[in-house]
């Protein structure tokens, strides 16, 4: 498999599916700064599992276009976390960290969904991005 063309629409996919394993680090160190009993804790272990599962997806997509997912793209264990976390968090600033995240994600599916044209695909865009507003709602709950 080759790397994607700038103007292949599985560019765009990479740059979902390097968001995702972003958040995917971004969440896993925000777990760590919340007490197991509280909700957000429960929340976000659904979010760091949609995300895992977002990840294979994408992976999945970017074979059906016969492009490797990390040709173009570092791999989480080689990558440093988006937000160095440092000390304790009030659970208002992970809920704030975690949401920029979302909106990064967001922002980089609305531009694939764009450039998409196969429709599973789009089907696989369209559900992270429902998964992503479902999340941001049971973010927003205190």
Same mark, same amino acid.
């Given at each position: 498999m080759s790397p994607p063309r700038r103007d292949d =629409?599985?560019? /765009?996919?990479? %740059?979902? $599916? &390097?968001?995702v394993i972003d958040a995917i680090l971004d969440v896993r160190q925000a777990l760590r700064r919340v007490p197991e009993t509280q909700a957000l804790h429960n929340e976000l272990d659904h979010l760091l599992a949609d995300l895992r599962t977002w990840a294979q997806m $994408?992976?999945?997509q970017? %074979? /059906?276009l016969g492009v490797s997912p990390l040709a173009s793209m570092a &791999? *989480?264990?080689s990558?440093? =976390? =988006?937000? =160095?976390?440092? *000390?304790?968090a009030s659970n208002e600033e992970v809920r704030r960290?975690? *949401?920029e995240h979302l909106d990064r994600l967001e922002h980089q599916l609305s531009v694939a969904l764009a450039e998409q044209y196969g429709d599973q695909t789009q089907a696989a865009l369209t559900e992270i991005q429902q998964g992503i507003l479902a999340h941001r709602r049971? $973010?927003?709950d205190p």
């Amino acid at each position: 498999m080759s790397p994607p063309r700038r103007d292949d =629409p599985a560019v /765009a996919l990479n %740059q979902v $599916l &390097s968001e995702v394993i972003d958040a995917i680090l971004d969440v896993r160190q925000a777990l760590r700064r919340v007490p197991e009993t509280q909700a957000l804790h429960n929340e976000l272990d659904h979010l760091l599992a949609d995300l895992r599962t977002w990840a294979q997806m $994408l992976a999945d997509q970017d %074979q /059906a276009l016969g492009v490797s997912p990390l040709a173009s793209m570092a &791999s *989480g264990a080689s990558r440093t =976390p =988006p937000n =160095p976390w440092h *000390g304790a968090a009030s659970n208002e600033e992970v809920r704030r960290i975690v *949401g920029e995240h979302l909106d990064r994600l967001e922002h980089q599916l609305s531009v694939a969904l764009a450039e998409q044209y196969g429709d599973q695909t789009q089907a696989a865009l369209t559900e992270i991005q429902q998964g992503i507003l479902a999340h941001r709602r049971a $973010l927003s709950d205190p």
